[in-house]
């Protein structure tokens, strides 16, 4: 589960810092043509990483929310930091789960309440300038397209999208809507931890990167918690408290299963993500930052049999990204994702005994190796040996800054401010996560990925079973 804490609540403007808008060099072109007057990219941070355009239409005083999911396990969270900035107020609620919906609306007795999502557009569109999506990841995307279909600003949690196939839809949306303000629920990028370990990797203080280890605690072999892959309960009818059909939203018709609504979501197949795909933005965010990666170009999974997410994995993934240019040492830069907090070879690495944390992400540089924590803790060698990274020569200074209320401050226009995690970074880190979960269905066995066509080129079963999935009528995704 996120760990809870109170970042600072100062915005900064810091050129140094990988919160700018972050496009990839396609996508800059393809930005660029398509917004006049875009304007230009820092030149520290390379063209990937461009400041959003301000708003179109009437100038804002206050930002008006729908939240859709109001319930769970990081909905009340995102609310209390949204709420604690001045200028923010909640006018809509909507939430399949009606015990859940009337408890929060006890202390919101202004804002309009319903449980269908699509009411709130139809009937209250008025009423809110910018949706805050906190629902299971098979409803990420359709939710939050409809939002920038209507020109909604929207905050979305991750991973941005369940399915390979919208990546690209939601990258379309993009390009069309450059005007909206959007941010992915990336906390650990506000304070100033995982900003530095960016900044050293950019400009490449420890030489050029080499590889790249990403691993994940868990999950448990058995349990009730975050991430339960015991298996799934018989089917049963659900309370009367839930709306199962609205709840599947997107997905296909299925029946109710105990624990699924609360948090066994997460491991299923159908409806999440996996340990993976779930942690992807928080640990991969680094290297989207430092490198301005490009799609990869193959995924290879290690698991040990198919996966159905419900049982405990054991999967290392090897992705192969696009190498070369001044930041990798070779046309190749390898990035190897794993679970069940599987860490890397230390001696392997020319490093001294010791231990890493459960969960972490390590660069391996031509001079060095660098390792950064979930929560900002950072280490960094060089020849075997530790050094004081906040000494090394051309480090920049970062500021502590709060996720939330930065994208609150973009949306009202203010000067200096900018999203930490814009959609656009945070579809290319779901790209990824989404590869490593999915490819275990096929261990063993490397797929060769082509976004363009949206298909794996040497494996048409693949193609067929872990790119897309067919949306219930009523619940397929806008149009672009």
């Given amino acids: 589960m996120d760990k809870r804490y109170d970042p600072a609540l100062s915005i900064s403007a810091d050129p140094h810092s990988p919160g700018i808008q972050m496009l990839s060099r396609r996508q800059l072109i393809r930005s660029a043509a398509a917004t006049s007057g875009a304007a230009a990219a820092a030149t520290l941070l390379g063209n990937s990483l461009l400041a959003s355009a301000a708003p179109r239409g009437r100038k ?25 900035h001045k200028d923010v107020v909640f006018t809509g609620l909507c939430d399949v789960d009606s015990n859940a919906l009337a408890e929060v609306a006890k202390s919101h007795p202004d804002a309009f309440t319903c449980k269908d999502f699509r009411e ?37 949690q991750k991973p941005l999208v369940q399915q390979l196939s919208e990546v690209a839809a939601m990258e379309a949306a993009i390009r069309a809507r450059p005007d909206l303000i959007t941010q992915v629920g990336n906390q650990r990028m506000g304070p100033v931890g995982r900003q530095y370990a960016v900044d050293i990797l950019k400009r490449n203080l420890l030489g050029r990167a080499v590889a790249a280890h990403v691993w994940v605690n868990g999950p448990p072999d058995e349990g009730d918690g975050y991430f339960y892959y015991g298996g799934l309960k018989e089917p049963t009818e659900p309370p ?78 090897t992705l192969s990204f696009p190498g070369g240019g001044r930041q990798f040492a070779g046309p190749i830069f390898p990035v190897h994702y794993c679970d069940r907090g599987q860490i890397p070879s230390r001696a392997a690495l020319g490093l001294p005994p010791g231990t890493f944390e459960a969960t972490g992400t390590l660069v391996q540089c031509e001079n060095g190796v660098l390792y950064v924590a979930p ?13 004081d990274w906040q000494k090394l020569p051309g480090l920049g200074q970062m500021t502590e800054r709060n996720h939330w209320h930065s994208w609150v401050d973009k949306i009202l226009g203010r000067p200096g401010t900018f999203v930490q995690t814009p959609f656009s970074a945070g579809a290319r ?5 989404l590869l490593c979960a999915k490819a275990a269905r096929f261990p063993g066995q490397e797929l060769r990925w082509d976004k363009s ?18 949306y219930r009528p009523g619940f397929e995704l806008p149009v672009f």
Wanted: net charge negative; charged share 25%.
């Fill in 240 to 317: 009367p408290n839930i709306d199962w059909k609205l709840w599947l939203g997107a997905a296909e018709d299925a029946p109710y299963r105990e624990g699924l609504v609360g948090l066994r979501w997460r491991s299923s197949w159908d409806y999440g993500t996996g340990q993976l795909g779930d942690w992807c933005t928080h640990l991969l965010d680094v290297l989207y930052y430092a490198y301005d990666l490009d799609s990869p170009l193959a995924v290879l999974s290690h698991t040990r049999r198919p996966s159905d997410f419900y049982h405990a994995q054991h999967v290392h993934a």
């Fill in 375 to 387: 929560e900002g803790h950072t280490e960094v060698w060089r020849d075997g040996k530790p050094v």
């Fill in 60 to 84: 804002l005083d206050k930002v008006r929310i729908l939240q859709v999911g109001v319930g769970g396990s990081i909905a009340p969270y995102d609310r209390e930091q949204l709420e604690g």
């Fill in 120 to 156: 709130a557009f139809d009937q209250h569109a008025d009423k809110f300038d910018a949706v805050l999506v906190c629902t299971p990841d098979h409803n990420h995307a359709l939710i939050m397209m409809t939002a920038m279909k209507a020109g909604k600003h929207v905050y979305g």
């Fill in 429 to 433: 880190m779901a790209e990824a996560g």
């Fill in 453 to 470: 066509s949206l298909s794996f080129t040497n494996h048409e079963e693949a193609t067929n079973s872990i790119v897309r999935r067919a």
